[in-house]
């Protein structure tokens, strides 16, 4: 699989579907990326809409790890509010954050899915230990400094390539 192409790409997290798009690939477990997948970098909350997903996908039977390069105390909080396992201060594309996030679920690459919001770590890290990655549009466009230079070089690199769900996502924030 190429490296910075990830398996599917949606217009929003919650356009993600448990059973459609999860349980019928195979995929039981999920290392969840936290800031602007989740967690909006604009207001620091969780939208209602993500919380009803995020139950849906626990409903569902998959098993969810918060994985975040956060170096604050904020994925704790969010986890520990979610009631999920998390491993932050990841390092995200490195390996061993994800390595410790698969081992916390007991999961296998094969029945893993990585679900985040760029493209040069969290799909690069997926792909490096053979995991599928599904890229999702950040919740807003506000973000750290350095995350917005390189989502510039990532929007090139997606090229023409179409969320799904763009347009039912058209007006939700
Ligand atoms: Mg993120």
Redesign the pocket.
């Known amino acids: 699989m190429p490296f910075l192409e990830p398996e599917r790409y949606f217009a929003r997290v919650t356009r993600i579907d448990p059973k459609a798009d999860l349980l019928a690939c195979n995929y039981r477990h999920m290392l969840l990326?936290?800031?602007?997948?989740i967690l909006s970098r604009a207001t620091h909350d969780i939208p209602v809409d993500v919380l009803t997903w995020l139950g849906n996908v626990r409903d569902a039977g998959v098993k969810i790890c918060l994985l975040s390069n956060n170096w604050h105390a904020s994925p704790y909080e969010t986890a520990e509010r979610l009631d999920l396992p998390v491993v932050a201060k990841a390092c995200k594309p490195l390996p061993h954050g994800y390595l410790a996030a698969r081992q916390i679920l007991g999961a296998r690459s094969a029945d893993t899915v990585v679900v985040?919001?760029?493209l040069s770590t969290?799909v690069v890290g997926a792909h490096l230990l053979g995991m599928a990655a599904y890229l999702v549009c950040?919740l807003v466009e506000q973000d750290l400094r350095h995350t917005q230079a390189l989502r510039a070089l990532e929007r090139s690199m997606l090229g023409a390539r179409v969320p799904e769900g763009a347009q039912a996502c058209s007006g939700d924030d």
């Open positions: 990326d936290m800031d602007n997948t985040g919001d760029q969290d950040p």
